[in-house]
C-alpha cells in the first residue's frame, strides 16, 4: 500500500487549517465574552458617575414612600406636610419641583441607556443587573403606573423609555438571579 503524499499533505493542511480557524473562534469568543464583562462594569461606573450626591437616598425615600406599609395607594407615594398625609401620583416624579430632585428621572434615562446595551448584546446583563437589580425593577414599576395623557394607545413608560420596556417585556430576567439590596420595607 502506497501512501499519495500530496493527499496526506492536502489532509495535513485540512487539519491544521480546522484547528486553526477552532482556536481562532474560540479565541474571538472569549475576547467578546471579556470585552462584554469590561462593557458591563464600565456602564455600572458611568451610572454612579451621572447620578447626583443623594440620588440614591431620595430613591430610598421614594420608596418608603410608595410602601402599603405608610398607607400609599397603588400608583402613589405619600408625602407628609405638616402631620398631614397626601397621595401623590408617581407622575409627579417626572415634573419639575418634584420630591426627588429629578433622582427617579435620571435613573429611569440611563435603565433606558442600559437596556439599549443589554439588549444589543454589549454588556453581561447578570453582572448590572446584581448591581442594580433593585432599582431598576422598582423604577420599572413604578413607570408602569403612569399614565401617558398625550397618546391614547402607548404608555409613559412605551413611549419615553421604550427600551426600558423592551428589556422587561423579553423576559430576559430571572427571578433567581442575585441584587443589590439598597431598601428594604421594615
Same mark, same amino acid.
Given at each position: 500500500?502506497?501512501?499519495?503524499?500530496?493527499? +496526506? @499533505?492536502?489532509? *495535513?493542511? %485540512?487539519?491544521?487549517?480546522?484547528?486553526? =480557524?477552532? &482556536?481562532?473562534?474560540?479565541?474571538?469568543l472569549?475576547?467578546?465574552?471579556?470585552?462584554?464583562?469590561?462593557?458591563? +462594569? @464600565?456602564i455600572? *461606573?458611568? %451610572?454612579?458617575?451621572?447620578?447626583?450626591? =443623594?440620588? &440614591?437616598?431620595?430613591?430610598?425615600?421614594?420608596?418608603?414612600?410608595?410602601?402599603?406599609?405608610?398607607?400609599?395607594?397603588?400608583?402613589?407615594?405619600?408625602?407628609?406636610?405638616?402631620?398631614?398625609?397626601?397621595?401623590?401620583?408617581?407622575?409627579?416624579?417626572?415634573?419639575?419641583?418634584?420630591?426627588?430632585?429629578?433622582?427617579?428621572?435620571?435613573?429611569?434615562?440611563?435603565?433606558?441607556?442600559?437596556?439599549?446595551?443589554?439588549?444589543n448584546?454589549?454588556?453581561?446583563?447578570?453582572?448590572?443587573?446584581?448591581?442594580?437589580?433593585?432599582?431598576?425593577?422598582?423604577?420599572?414599576?413604578?413607570?408602569?403606573?403612569?399614565?401617558?395623557?398625550?397618546?391614547?394607545?402607548?404608555?409613559?413608560?412605551?413611549?419615553?423609555?421604550?427600551?426600558?420596556?423592551?428589556?422587561?417585556?423579553?423576559?430576559?430576567?430571572?427571578?433567581?438571579?442575585?441584587?443589590?439590596?439598597?431598601?428594604?420595607?421594615?
Amino acid at each position: 500500500m502506497e501512501v499519495d503524499i500530496t493527499e +496526506f @499533505r492536502n489532509w *495535513l493542511t %485540512f487539519s491544521l487549517t480546522f484547528f486553526g =480557524g477552532y &482556536i481562532a473562534l474560540k479565541t474571538y469568543l472569549n475576547n467578546q465574552k471579556q470585552r462584554k464583562l469590561e462593557n458591563s +462594569f @464600565r456602564i455600572i *461606573l458611568m %451610572f454612579r458617575k451621572s447620578l447626583h450626591e =443623594g440620588d &440614591i437616598q431620595a430613591w430610598e425615600k421614594i420608596f418608603h414612600a410608595t410602601s402599603e406599609s405608610v398607607g400609599a395607594e397603588r400608583g402613589h407615594f405619600v408625602e407628609i406636610i405638616d402631620d398631614e398625609s397626601r397621595q401623590i401620583p408617581l407622575s409627579y416624579l417626572f415634573s419639575e419641583g418634584a420630591p426627588d430632585n429629578g433622582a427617579v428621572g435620571r435613573m429611569a434615562d440611563l435603565f433606558e441607556l442600559i437596556s439599549s446595551e443589554v439588549l444589543n448584546k454589549t454588556v453581561e446583563f447578570r453582572v448590572v443587573y446584581f448591581q442594580l437589580g433593585q432599582l431598576m425593577d422598582t423604577t420599572y414599576y413604578w413607570l408602569r403606573f403612569i399614565d401617558n395623557p398625550y397618546e391614547e394607545y402607548t404608555s409613559f413608560l412605551e413611549k419615553h423609555y421604550p427600551c426600558f420596556t423592551r428589556l422587561y417585556n423579553k423576559h430576559q430576567i430571572d427571578e433567581k438571579w442575585a441584587k443589590r439590596m439598597y431598601a428594604y420595607i421594615g
